[in-house]
């Protein structure tokens, strides 16, 4: 018998906005040596989703992994949206995830242990789908609890998607609507009706793999997933890593419903504010503070952000939006030449 208890009573931040500031991490990973080697395709430089190592002409070896503390309160559910982020990494790169271990803190004195089997067996539903096998994983006794998942994927090496892929003339496409990190900061405040609530937690438990397969047959070669770090702090690493500009169209973007009127109403998750900071003079807005706040908002589970060729950009997005099921994708901007400013938002 499963026994009743809120996960979020445990945490202040949950999901992908529990990540540490963008720009202190990369301070702190800059001066860590790291050895090289010649099979190495993707490593952190380009701060892709995940790290790719080529064992042969035909096969790549995507390893990635990501955990967080609760996003929501039923064990369930987080169990079921914790695994769809960890293995969306493989998918952003154009990958299949083949292997995952359980990553697993809980603290066992202060919550029954039906709780975290609640959580494995989310987690093991999501796993199940995406035909990955899980090999087993690790638990230690801590408080807040959080989950999620080590994967290993693999992928055609001529066929890997990533950050630096994107090239001047192609489109920008969004595969989900932003708005979660908003959505669950106003749930804890009562200010969100249940109906939006309940489409986030869908839309974060859906996995980007049909996503990933169609971007696959239309032979994208620039991609990544947006999660903490929000679609700006996510846009600006993909502009970089492919010396181009990234020029987004605020009011293309997706959103799920009631959360403009959240942030015009003051709803905003500290979480953005930290991905502002990051982005920083890269950054030239020319939109409304509200639009610039949820660009910022940090996603969990998110949505793929494409860089395709013009011509197929529509046709991508209708192939997408024609899965039963899907949330809402759109083009939302376009790549231009490499500017001052890496990323403009009209």
């Not at 939006?196 to 997933?225: E, F, H, P, R, W």
């Amino acid at each position: 018998m499963t026994i009743p208890f809120d996960l979020l009573s445990t945490v202040e931040y949950g999901g992908c906005s529990a990540k540490l500031d963008p720009e202190h991490l990369k301070g702190l990973l800059s001066d860590i040596p790291l050895l090289k080697d010649h099979n190495i395709m993707v490593d952190i430089s380009t701060h892709d989703d995940a790290g790719v190592y080529k064992l042969n002409e035909d096969t790549a070896l995507i390893v990635t992994t990501d955990f967080f503390p609760p996003v929501c309160s039923d064990p369930f559910t987080f169990g079921r949206i914790a695994a769809a982020n960890a293995l969306s990494d493989v998918y952003a790169m154009g990958g299949k995830p083949l292997l995952a271990l359980n990553i697993t803190m809980f603290p066992s004195q202060d919550i029954p242990l039906e709780v975290l089997r609640d959580i494995l067996m989310g987690g093991q539903e999501v796993i199940n789908e995406s035909g990955a096998f899980t090999m087993g994983g690790h638990t230690i006794d801590d408080n807040p609890p959080k989950y999620g998942l080590a994967v290993v994927g693999t992928v055609d090496p001529h066929k890997l998607i990533t950050n630096s892929g994107a090239q001047v003339g192609q489109m920008l496409v969004l595969t989900k609507p932003l708005g979660v990190g908003v959505v669950i900061a106003a749930k804890r405040m009562g200010l969100v009706s249940d109906k939006v609530y309940d489409m986030a937690l869908s839309q974060m438990a859906y996995l980007n793999a049909k996503a990933a397969n169609i971007m696959q047959s239309y032979g994208v070669k620039g991609a990544t997933d947006i999660t903490g770090f929000g679609l700006i702090g996510h846009a600006l690493g993909m502009a970089q890593a492919s010396d181009v500009t990234f020029e987004l169209y605020a009011h293309a973007v997706p959103t799920l419903p009631e959360v403009q009127t959240l942030i015009a109403d003051g709803c905003i998750p500290g979480a953005a504010f930290r991905n502002l900071r990051y982005v920083g003079n890269d950054l030239q807005c020319h939109c409304s503070v509200d639009h610039k706040m949820l660009l910022a908002d940090a996603q969990t589970s998110g949505g793929l952000l494409i860089a395709v060729d013009a011509d197929k950009a529509q046709a991508l997005v209708q192939d997408i939006n024609a899965i039963d099921g899907h949330p809402i994708a759109a083009v939302i901007g376009e790549v231009t030449a490499p500017a001052t400013h890496r990323l403009i938002i009209h």
